[in-house]
């Protein structure tokens, strides 16, 4: 089984894959508007490291988000795209679980944050237990300050905007006992999506191409009428 797995949920985005050995190998790059052009080549790079092929793909996972609303639907169309012409299965994968999948510690709450707009995070409350992701609280939109009032003793920040949560803990505004890990390296949410994908689809679910979407968890600004 080899698993591709895609994320252009944010500005650092990236491609990987996962063989049955749990080998993996992954591109990531910064990118700001270039997902499109960027994306097919990433894939093709994966393919010679791994020294695979397209036929040899098993299954794609992608991130469905929250994230940003153009790459959001960049990788999206491209993992429908390849998952009609090669008639595998598709796996969408929440960011935010990603995240809490990537620094996961058991019995611990874990508070994955996404940037999502200016001064906007996307965030919600994971538990690991048994190595199992289990969703505590649904996505929200908030700003930092909201999140903060929401976190409790002994929890984790982690994702790749956790980093910007530091500077109220350093004047004392959150609880030294709370750990705040920014993903790292910066492909562990892609390797999270792609190991993710490879477990659901060893239990049997998969997504529906024809209704996946992203998933903004608000309206994205291009579709709300001015006032």
Known sequence: MNILGLDTS??????????????????SWQSKNNHTTSLAQSVKSIFELSKTTVKDITAIAVSIGPGLFSSLRTGISFAKGFSFGMNIPIIGINS??????????????????????????????????????????????????????????KSIVCGEN??????????????????????????????????????KINNGEYSDPDTLTPNYSQEPSINKKKE
């Open 10 to 27: 944010s500005q650092i985005a990236g491609t990987a894959l996962i063989d049955n050995e749990n080998n993996h190998w992954n591109v």
């Open 162 to 199: 956790a980093i910007d949560l530091e500077s109220f803990q350093k004047t004392g505004k959150i609880n030294k006992n709370i750990l705040i890990k920014q993903s790292y390296p910066a492909n562990s949410r892609l390797f999270a999506i792609t190991m993710l994908g490879k477990i």
């Open 96 to 153: 935010l679980e990603a995240e809490a999948f990537a620094c996961s510690y058991d019995d611990t709450n874990l508070y994955p944050i996404i940037k999502v707009g200016r001064h906007r995070y996307a965030w919600s409350i994971f538990k690991s237990i048994n190595n199992q992701i289990t969703t505590i609280k649904k996505t929200e939109i908030s700003s930092l300050e909201e999140i903060i009032a929401n976190l409790t003793e």
